[in-house]
């Protein structure tokens, strides 16, 4: 029994129409099940008073505790500005080869920067993150070809250079990931 399905944990009240078009985009991506949970856990215990953000680290370790399972690789979705301590900020964390994951939508809207809301491109900024973070969880890397989704990304502009989807190379370990 390997890995069964991707777990969309909604821990930030994301709506339906945007957690399908995640869905299908992760499930065109993974080729797993992809089940969405509903979860309004209060974050504010991971809130961090003098950053005023909140710490990536110890939500995934809440996450990995509540929700790791070996049947499901677990994505949680926040609004949440999140950090660790050695960055500003960061729009998603995983462990390498782990079960549980976060992105953060955050820092992906235009209106964070003071441009058009773009709802479109929002949700692909999600999708590419998501498909990130589970990269990681599937035991990848960063990787340096262009366009790859498993790119690092430091600023949202690195986002929307990606594509949405793996390189060959990435698209082949990912397989054994999935079915080691
Ligand atoms: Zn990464
Ligand atoms: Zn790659």
């Known amino acids: 029994m390997g890995i069964q399905k991707i777990t969309l944990l909604n821990l930030g009240r994301f709506d339906r129409n945007i957690l399908?078009?995640?869905?299908?985009a992760v499930h065109l991506e993974f080729l797993l099940k992809v089940e969405v949970i509903e979860n309004h856990s209060d974050l504010t215990?991971?809130?961090?008073?003098?950053r005023k953000q909140y710490?990536?680290?110890?939500l995934l370790k809440m996450l990995e505790a509540n929700f790791g399972n070996d049947e499901s690789k677990t994505m949680a979705l926040v609004t949440v500005d999140l950090f660790i301590p050695i960055l500003t900020y960061i729009f998603g964390q995983a462990y390498l080869g782990g079960r549980t994951g976060i992105t953060s939508s955050h820092r992906l809207s235009n209106e964070?920067?003071?441009?058009e809301k773009d709802e479109k491109l929002f949700t692909l900024r999600i999708i590419k993150e998501?498909?990130?973070e589970l990269g990681h969880c599937f035991g990848l890397?960063?990787?340096?070809?262009p366009g790859c989704v498993m790119q690092s990304s430091t600023y949202v502009e690195d986002i929307d250079q990606k594509e949405t989807g793996f390189c060959s190379s990435c698209?082949?370990?990912?397989?054994?990931?999935?079915n080691p």
């Open 20 to 24: 399908e078009k995640i869905s299908s």
């Open 45 to 50: 215990v991971f809130f961090d008073s003098g």
């Open 55 to 58: 710490n990536g680290n110890s």
């Open 112 to 115: 964070r920067y003071g441009l």
């Open 130 to 132: 998501v498909n990130h």
């Open 141 to 145: 890397i960063h990787c340096h070809q």
């Open 171 to 178: 698209a082949e370990k990912l397989k054994t990931g999935i």
